[in-house]
């Protein structure tokens, strides 16, 4: 059974069909990648995925249960319990200090652990910056942190939009190496991007235009390293 | 452009401006409503002051002195008299709006029927007059004497049909002769006599149980006293006594022609005084001071206490409106943000939110005024029942202190915006 | 660590690090608190400030006897019933007619050192005479009828009564040399009068111990004077104690109306200064709904969202409440030191009331923003709308 399943997902405004008959499999320990230009329907697909939206038609099969028709309460739990969520623009509290803000996703979930917390930051080589201000951080440091805190109550699936959409080739490549070093650890990763270089590095690739999945591609010589086109 | 952008502002995004007119028009509500009560304040409280009677007596020039001691031998009047036909001359002196009621009052001895003396005071109960500017007059114990409990019986009606024989008696005649209203008491004077119904009973808590009240004509007519009257007393608006005042009314001739014109232009109890002296034939007319001084006091405590009370809430509107419009400004910065990315400059950024945030205060200050009008009414209405007199200075001071306020709250906003890196407010910093 | 450590350190963390936007909306509160507190002291010190200016008017309760005259200890026993804080003044007063140059005048006797306690609006030129006598008062028309001005020597004679067993005795006048030691101006009937100490008027008339009747002054009104007048004359035999009508209804409608103006004033204020907390409280919450947005993103429930931001708002009302409650009374008291020239009382039980309403202010007024901020759609506000 797939960890994560979409059937026949519709998602329609008015007339507009933003997704439009996806079907998607997604396996325990996959990394995958979905790519699209703007408005092909990424947002609302990570939206569906990650438990904010759902779809007008259609199953999610999320650990072979249907969450689809949840109610709004309902999917706020399963996210917090399943679902590690990384985003373009970070958004980290600004007057929390790093732990703090590592803490805040603890507290959510069950029981706020400082030294969990800090190991969690360890884990993206910011323990040393445990106790700065997200004014205090780079961007890079800024996502790491989110990083740090998608993962610390160890979720089904991370799903990331955009993670490096703001940031430089150098932190680009130490968050897709962070991306690596937790898909070698087991971890489920989905990431939406419309950058290649970083859609690339998954094990696995699919398209979206017009709402509609239009190709998938998978890396066969997959390693985890990012390569940048040297222009 | 200009204006279509701030016209968008205002319509598109209303939900927001409309919080801060409404918190524009909460501020200039209660700084209109507290300066307008403030401002009037003095002339209602010195409007209830005047229960506690006159503050004005004015008596002939002539052993002015003797009358009370003389009273108190023999319950006579002394020689000298007041003019009853200048009575009306006292609502033509210039101060004439602030005196609200007086009285002329005449003692006759008069002699009952079981041989005892009495005295019988003629004065106006609720005497009606029509004055030569048109304006109306009810003048009198009836409203001067407002401490008298009516123990039984009513107020004598001047208007009534047979108001020349009828009298209120004070409750210590009333329990000595064992009389009740309705019942009938013969009265001998030096010159005639007469018999009066007494219609009330009165209890005053002073000298005046003792006597009998009745009309002027009647009390005179006893005595043969026409057209005299033995005093006056005066209820009049006065402002507190001031150093001038004292000294003008020690000797009006030693102020400088500026400083007389202020007094007399003044309303001030001596200037008052001296105006109804220049009116009244042979008069002295001085100050009640147990209700003068009194009133002087009293009035500027509560105005200084008003005015204490006003700056406090001028004080929490003006930062109640600062930290909204900052608030709000700050909100914004995206949008600014873009426009700077667009290539706005920082003075057409500042001129924008500036000119979105006055248009929203004269709306909202606007509306706030007429809305503090209307608490002030309901203040005066409830406290004083009456309505408080709207001066037009609260006006200009509203609508100052409001766009001073108001800009005051963009400043903080506008230097934040001015240092705002159009990239980094993009990137959603 | 536990949950209401982290619950605590998220707040306070907001608090301080987000110190200036959190100092502007406390300051709000405490101004809006201090208003409050300081209009509500001054509500309940009114009565008692502007009583004080109301004994201005003089005596507000007269003292006599019901047959024949009062003693000195009938004054004080009326005296023992009244409250010695409420008491401003007691002076006894005599009547006697005596003769100043042949001319009959009416004199005075009483205490010199109280006679301007229970008639603070005497205007006297020159001093008021010394309490042990040899100095006398004179009535303003007195003064001007004989000429007479402050410094002057006068001689003050009584006719004592005919005696009855030696009617046919030539009755000597006693004499007394007196110093005028100031003119008295009232524009009343005080003008006419000679003021003279009790123990001149004694000595001249050669009876001793007895009075008229006494004015009191006594800082109360309506339903509290006229219980004090009702206990004197049912207690102290032959002694009844009336009220100055005239003083004491005036007074009671005067004060009713201030302290109505002062409450309303203050229930106005006190509204207007609420809104503008709770706007002030819906623009701070305003700004906090992309955070809002992300907590909810990370699994955050509406309820829990509530009860943080709840939490944030009602310990800025604790401390602005409090921060306010004490800058109110420093406000009246300011305000009664500088309109009544006297300190207020600080009352304890506004502490806790004030900071009460604060906390519950600001709550109602976070509650209903944070409540529309939790119905935000977090992948709409996270996508940087």
Known sequence: MSLLELKNIYKIYGDLHALDDVNLKVEKGEWLSIMGPSGSGKSTMMNIIGCMDKPTRGEVLLDGTDISKESAKNLTTIRRDKIGLIFQQFHLVNYLTAVENVMLAQYYHSVPDEKEAVEALDRVGLADRAKHLPSQLSGGEQQRVCVARALINYPEIILADEPTGNLDDANEKIVVDLFHKLHNEGTTLIVVTHDPEVAEVAQRTVYLRNGKLVKETVNENFTGEIKFDKD | ?429 | MKRRQMYFRMITASLIRRRSRMLVALLSIAIGAAILSGLVTIYYDVPRQMGAQFRNYGANMIITSEGGSLTDGDIEQSRSYIDSADIVGVTPYRYESVRIRELPVMAAGTDMSQALLTSPYWSVEGAMPAAEGGQLLLGASLSEQFRLGVGDEVTVSFTPEANGTASDEPVLDSTLDLTVAGVLKTGGPEEDYVYIAMSDLETLTGISGKADLAEMSVSASGDKLKAYADVISANVPAVSASLVKRVTESETTVLTKLQALVLLVTVVVLALTMICVATTMTAVVAERRREIGLRKAIGASNGGIIKEFMGEGMMLGAIGGLAGSLLGFVFAQQVSVNVFGSSISFMPVLVPITILVSVAVTGVSCLLPIRSATQVDPALVLKGE
């Open chain 2, 1 to 429: 452009m200009f204006f279509r952008m701030i016209s968008g502002t205002l319509f598109r995004q209303w939900k927001k401006m409309l919080m801060i007119a409404f918190t524009i028009a909460l501020g200039a509500s209660l700084a209109t409503a507290m300066l307008s009560v403030m401002l009037d304040v003095g002339d209602k409280v010195n409007q209830e002051l005047k229960t506690y009677g006159a503050n004005i007596t004015v008596v002939p020039k002539e052993s002015s002195v003797l009358n009370s001691l003389y009273e108190v031998e023999d319950g006579g009047s002394s020689g000298a008299y007041l003019r009853e036909d200048e009575l009306g001359k006292i609502k033509t002196i210039f101060w004439a709006f602030n005196i609200i009621d007086y009285a002329p009052f005449v003692n006759a001895k008069a002699t009952l029927d079981d041989g005892s003396e009495i005295i019988a005071v003629g004065t106006w109960f609720n005497h009606h007059m029509e004055l030569p500017t048109g304006e109306q007059l009810d003048a009198g114990v009836a409203s001067m004497r407002n401490w008298w409990s009516i123990t039984s019986g009513k107020w004598l009606d001047e208007q009534s049909a047979d108001s020349r024989t009828v009298a209120m008696a004070g409750s210590a005649l009333a329990q000595r002769l064992g009389i009740q209203p309705g019942d009938t008491v013969h009265l001998t004077g030096t010159e005639s006599d007469i018999t009066v119904t007494v219609v009330g009973i009165f209890d005053a808590g002073g000298d005046e149980d003792g006597r009998l009240f009745m009309p002027l004509d009647t009390a005179q007519a006893l005595d043969g006293l026409d057209g005299k009257i033995d005093s006056i007393e005066v209820s009049a608006l006065t402002t507190p006594e001031n150093e001038l005042a004292v000294q003008a009314a020690k000797d009006p001739k030693s102020l400088t022609i500026a400083q007389y014109e202020t007094w007399y232009c003044t309303a001030y109890a001596s200037s008052i005084c001296y105006q109804i002296q220049e009116v009244i034939t042979d008069s002295v007319a001085s100050p009640v001071r147990q209700v003068a001084e009194s009133e002087g006091a009293i009035l500027e405590k509560t105005e200084l206490l008003m005015t204490l009370i006003t700056i406090l809430s001028l004080v929490g509107s003006a930062l109640g409106i600062c930290n909204l419009v900052t608030a709000s400004v700050m909100e914004r910065s995206a949008e600014m943000g873009l426009m700077k990315a667009i290539g706005a400059q920082n003075s057409s950024v500042s001129g924008l939110v500036l000119t979105e945030i006055v248009i929203t205060a004269i709306i909202g200050g606007t509306v706030g005024f007429f809305a503090g009008w209307g608490f002030a009414q309901i203040i005066g209405h409830t406290v004083f029942g009456s309505s408080i007199e709207m001066r037009p200075v609260v006006i200009p001071i509203v609508a100052v202190l409001v766009l001073v306020v108001t800009l005051a709250g963009c400043i903080p906003a506008i230097r934040m915006l001015l240092r705002l890196h159009p990239a980094e407010v993009l990137h959603g910093k």
